[in-house]
């Protein structure tokens, strides 16, 4: 008999392209898990619906509204936190989510928040103050000789000014004659790609991800 499928809250932005990959594994059994909670902090998110036409409960948790009512980060997280926590998630996946996350929302989740980080170690903050688009960004510091490639980087997130210890990565090449367009659907299939197989194996452990380097 199979054991309970693990429970996945993913934070997202935008479109919600990564996450929709994670909802097709789920659906098509190759993660043995389920979403059962989105949440986003754009209004009008794509990913929302994404949620929604699979039957997932979506919501929204907009930053803007606590800066209307004069209300500070430590109490946007401390909410986020308290909403995540009502879905009893075995881990909380970043997919695309740009806000930084701080010790108040990560203390709740010790070891059990996942960033999909675009860029490998070391190379790009992992949050953007500026909420660049990651392809953009990669593109822009390649044309003007920065980098000559850049990556995928899954990892477990401590806190908002460390990468945490990485479970995964990739290498994203960047070609001579490629166009933003180019280096996007390469980068979004890497992404996916990543992501899915540190999911599948949490799944096939169903025990902690074993940290790279760590004795658990």
């Known amino acids: 008999m199979k054991s309970a ?23 098509t059994e190759r993660l043995h898990a389920q979403v059962v909670a989105v949440f986003s902090h ?4 794509y990913g929302l619906l994404r949620a929604e036409r699979e039957g997932v409960p979506a919501f929204l948790h907009d930053p803007s509204e606590y800066r209307f009512e004069g209300r500070s980060e430590r109490d946007f997280e401390a909410d986020l936190a308290d909403r995540v926590a009502q879905f009893a998630p075995d881990y909380i996946i970043l997919a695309e989510w ?86 996007e659907e ?15 194996r949490l799944v096939e452990e169903h025990e902690p991800y074993r940290i790279q380097g760590e004795d658990r």
């Open 5 to 27: 499928k693990l429970r996945f809250v993913v934070l997202i932005s935008g479109s919600g392209g990564v996450l929709q990959a994670i909802l097709d594994a789920c659906r």
């Open 42 to 45: 754009e209004p009008y998110a």
């Open 98 to 183: 740009r806000l930084p996350l701080g010790e108040t929302f990560l203390q709740r989740f010790p070891d059990r928040v996942i960033n999909l980080h675009a860029g490998l170690p070391g190379q790009f903050p992992v949050f953007d103050p500026y909420g660049l688009n990651p392809v953009q960004r990669a593109y822009e510091a390649y044309a003007a000789g920065i980098i000559r490639e850049t990556g995928v980087t899954a990892h477990i997130l401590r806190t908002s000014h460390h990468e945490g210890p990485i479970l995964a990565q990739k290498r994203v090449p960047i070609y001579e004659f490629d166009t933003p367009s180019d280096v």
């Open 186 to 200: 390469r980068f979004y299939r890497t992404q996916c790609e990543v992501l899915v197989n540190v999911l599948r």
